[in-house]
């Protein structure tokens, strides 16, 4: 008896045909004293080559198979592409928008607060009479660049969120198992 658990010829005691289980051969060849421990990576080539030898197809058929897989892959991922860029948009308008009002209320807030306050501190500068309208000024133009500075910075935040495309790269990244026919080290 051979231990080589791919020969078709393998039989076991009772004088069954062994074929791919390699379980059954393992189980024979452990009674006759010549088992060995089977490491997870040969139980997965087993399983792979066990699944091509139950097949009974022509390389046409196999060939078509695959085109038509590799096909239906390439469709998915780019209607994931698709759908992630959708949302990506999204987010950058959002991040986009909130920058733009940014703008728009420092420049409101500069028309229409700026004379107030700066009146407001010049006469609590100076006086009545005499107001202080240069310094005022510079004060109050200080104020708004720290608001507009502040509107600023969680615009950028809220477009430092968006990640890219995280799911087609995860799926991009299990195409080459999958083409080799291993989908099992996706999982």
Not at 151 to 178: D, F, S, V, W, Y
Request: hydrophobic share 45%; charged share 20%.
């Amino acid at each position: 008896m051979t231990s080589d658990p791919y020969d078709p010829t393998l039989r076991g005691p009772d004088g069954r045909l062994l074929g791919d289980d390699r379980r059954d051969a393992s189980a024979y060849a452990g009674a006759s004293g010549a088992h060995q421990a089977q490491d997870p990576a040969d139980a997965e080539a087993d399983a792979s080559y066990a699944r091509f030898r139950a097949e009974d197809r022509s390389l046409g058929e196999i060939a078509s198979d695959v085109l038509g897989n590799a096909s239906t892959l390439i469709r998915q991922e780019v209607e994931l592409a698709k759908a992630e860029v959708t949302q990506s948009a999204s987010r950058a308008g959002k991040g986009v928008g909130m920058l733009a009002g940014a703008g728009v209320a420092a420049l409101l807030a500069l028309i229409a607060l700026t004379l107030a306050l700066w009146w407001g501190i010049a006469i609590a500068i100076g006086s009545v009479a005499e107001p202080a309208l240069g310094w005022s000024g510079v004060i109050v133009m200080v104020i708004w660049l720290v608001c507009a500075g502040i509107l600023a910075a969680m615009g950028r935040a809220e477009l430092n969120k968006i990640k890219g495309l995280p799911k087609t790269t995860e799926t991009l990244q299990k195409i080459p198992n999958a083409a080799a026919g291993n989908e099992e080290k996706n999982r």
